[in-house]
């Protein structure tokens, strides 16, 4: 695990992470750099890591400091030790449907959609949120499991007329409680993947869960639904990983 600054955020996800590992009996090293780290340096450390046969899986916390090109920085990750799954190769065999492993956010929440029985074929799913970590991908999982998908974004028009026909609904905007109750139809699947902090102290997702929770047949909390599933899938990787090396 790379950290580089002092983000906050980024901190306490690096200490679940590194905790994850602890439980699970994976071996972990935690490199903290200075915000003021060259992207050479940077760079260097994750060749290293490369070639280093006991280091199955590399992750970098996101967001790196602004002077340090994010897509460098992943394009870098060996594509076998890239346990995150942004990299454009692993992209793209997500993509084509032939992966080893998929970016933990969207891998969490078929998980939980998995282990609660729910069927996803034939169903109406929208995403709400385009990203690259969890809108798109996490669309293309639910289209594998033969879901009809609709992404929402930003830019999209009538948006509560497209959640209501929503039988899976997944929200990954980053506004504080953006879904209400009458934009989600009686009965629906509803996983919150926002994590919004308020007023610096308490988390909240991006469904207004009072209100949701009232229509929805099911729904995830926050904290405590898609967040554990997230390093839960991490380490998920990270042994795939493993496994995937040795069998070469
Ligand atoms: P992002 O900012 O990269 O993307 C947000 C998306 O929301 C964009 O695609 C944008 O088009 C869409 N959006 C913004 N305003 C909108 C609007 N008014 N209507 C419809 N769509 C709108 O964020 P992200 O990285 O995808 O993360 C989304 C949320 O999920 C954040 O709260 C983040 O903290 C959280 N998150 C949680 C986990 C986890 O482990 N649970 C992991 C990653 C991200």
Known sequence: MIIVGDDPASRV??????KAC??????????ALPANTPE????????????????????????VPEHIDEKKIIS????????????????GKIMVGDFD???????????LIAESGIDVSGKECVVVGRSNIVGKPQAMLLLHKN??????HSKTKNLAEKTKAADILVAAVGIPNFIKGDMIKPGAVVIDVGINRIEGKKLV????????????????????????????ML??????????????
């Open 205 to 232: 997702g991006d469904v207004e869960f009072e209100s949701a929770e009232k229509v929805a047949g099911a729904i995830t909390p926050v904290p405590g639904g898609v967040g554990p599933m997230t390093i839960a």
């Open 22 to 31: 602890e439980e699970c009996g994976i071996y972990s090293e935690e490199y």
């Open 76 to 91: 870098a990750i060996s594509p076998e030790k890239d346990v995150d799954a942004f990299h454009p190769i692993n992209v």
């Open 40 to 63: 050479k340096e940077l760079l260097e450390l994750i060749d290293t890591l490369n070639g280093r046969k006991e280091i199955s899986g590399i992750l970098v916390q996101l967001p």
């Open 13 to 18: 996800y690096v200490n679940n992470k590194k």
């Open 147 to 152: 879901g009809t998908v609709t992404i929402c």
């Open 101 to 111: 492993f998929v970016p933990c956010t969207p891998a969490g929440v078929m998980e």
């Open 235 to 248: 380490m998920k990787n990270t042994v795939r990983a493993a496994v995937v090396q040795a069998e070469k």
